[in-house]
T-cell receptor, first 114, second 111 residues
């Protein structure tokens, strides 16, 4: 158990819909990362938040957005869903510092768009 | 971050050492080598990381060549539960940057 929790575990929805994925980082971790893993693209970085502020952006579509709340949990919002958005979505957290910068991953949310 | 090259797949007999190679010939002086693994659709799991000295923890050992252009992850006594995709990642530590995953090596531990 990494200490990172994600809900829901599974999500099935239809094209055009909007969903929200939730992540609670490990206690004390200020940085949250979102990754997408699809069959053909592998694990890809989407976006990072640090203490409520956006820190880095990767291959995140404009239809996707995220935020980190004062209690440090984060949400990833996916809208106007397409079949190709079906994937595993992982959240990771880390302590920002000079030593402990390994990331701890949650169990993921499996999104299926029909 | 430097690019890494790993073999797509490897087999290992249960109880034997698994040696997973990684090439990172363009690594720069302030980049560390990290290893993560992903067991069938679970979240990736941190294994070990190092700069230039060999490292060992309860999970594995990391051997980095003197020129730092390649490294080997060693699982000393592989078990069936070590079957996973292993990712070698080169990254500046302390900067809390994102991880860039390649294709990794699918390690299959055979009974």
């Amino acid at each position: 158990d990494s200490g990172v929790t994600q809900t829901p575990k599974h999500l099935i929805t239809a094209t055009g819909q909007r969903v929200t994925l939730r992540c609670s980082p490990r206690s004390g971790d200020l940085s949250v990362y979102w990754y997408q893993q699809s069959l053909d693209q592998g694990l890809q970085f989407l976006i990072q938040y640090y203490n409520g502020e956006e820190r880095a952006k990767g291959n995140i579509l404009e239809r996707f957005s995220a935020q980190q709340f004062p209690d440090l949990h984060s949400e990833l919002n996916l809208s106007s869903l397409e079949l190709g958005d079906s994937a595993l979505y992982f959240c990771a957290s880390s302590v920002v510092g000079t030593l402990d910068s390994e990331q701890f991953f949650g169990p993921g949310t499996r999104l299926t768009v029909l | 971050d430097a690019k890494t090259t790993q073999p797509p797949s490897m087999d290992c007999a249960e109880g034997r050492a698994a040696n997973l190679p990684c090439n990172h010939s363009t690594i720069s002086g302030n980049e560390y080598v990290y290893w993560y693994r992903q067991i069938h659709s679970q979240g990736p799991q941190y294994i070990i990381h190092g700069l230039k000295n060999n490292e060992t923890n309860e999970m594995a050992s990391l051997i980095i060549t003197e020129d730092r252009k390649s490294s080997t992850l060693i699982l000393p006594h592989a078990t069936l539960r070590d079957t996973a995709v292993y990712y070698c990642i080169v990254r500046i530590t302390g900067s809390a940057r994102q991880l860039t995953f390649g294709s990794g090596t699918q390690l299959t531990v055979l009974p």
